[in-house]
């Protein structure tokens, strides 16, 4: 299934290697590699291998919600909780996202969802570079009550440090795929 999602990324032009100019990160530093998970999870087969193989790597993992940051989190917290909620044994994992800032009105929220203070939550993210915005989230999470021992992400792109600073926050950092694996297959394209 791994190497299926690396097809997928592929496939939907969600992955793109320029060793010469490359791309401008959030971070302002500049990568040959960029990976558009957004656009991935656009497609519905490409969502169906995410939530399959995250429900794979998580079967150990006691949680009861998972979330993360807005916006790039909400799509992959919800094809992941649908996805374990119709798979066996099913489990009923309830999803939330980490607002950016949060609400100057209203209750003024940062986290909104179906969570409680003493749950165990798995943060989840798009992509690892610096670990700036999975961090973010986690201290988000854990500031509202919530017990944070696990994160996931779709790709490490095993850049700027990222895994090692997520493990610094004693984090277990699940990874479906990393830059390798993208590479490999783009050259296989070839």
């Not at 969502?47 to 919600?65: I, M, P, S, W």
């Not at 003024?108 to 690892?128: F, H, S, T």
Request: charged share 25%; glycine share 10%.
């Amino acid at each position: 299934m791994r190497e299926q999602l690396a097809i997928a990324f592929h496939e939907t032009h969600s992955f793109k290697w320029d060793p010469q100019g490359g791309f401008k990160l959030a971070s302002g530093i500049t990568s040959p590699f960029y990976v558009d998970c957004r656009a991935l999870m656009a497609h519905p087969g490409a969502r169906r291998l995410v939530g399959q193989l995250a429900y794979e790597a998580l079967r150990g993992v006691e949680l009861q919600c998972l979330g993360g940051l807005e916006i790039g989190a909400i799509s992959i917290a919800t094809t992941i909780s649908d996805y374990a909620f119709t798979a066996q044994p099913a489990r009923d994992w309830r999803t939330f996202v980490v607002r950016k800032q949060a609400k100057d009105h209203g209750l003024g929220k940062l986290i909104e969802g179906a969570y409680k203070p003493g749950e165990r939550a798995l943060i989840v993210d798009d992509v690892l570079t610096s670990g700036g915005s999975l961090l973010k989230a986690v201290a988000a999470a854990r500031g509202a009550g919530l017990t944070v021992t696990h994160a996931l992400v779709i790709v490490d792109r095993q850049e700027q440090e990222g895994r090692k600073k997520v493990e610094a926050e004693g984090l277990t950092l699940v990874s479906l795929l990393t830059i390798e694996d993208l590479t490999k297959h783009n050259r296989a394209a070839r």
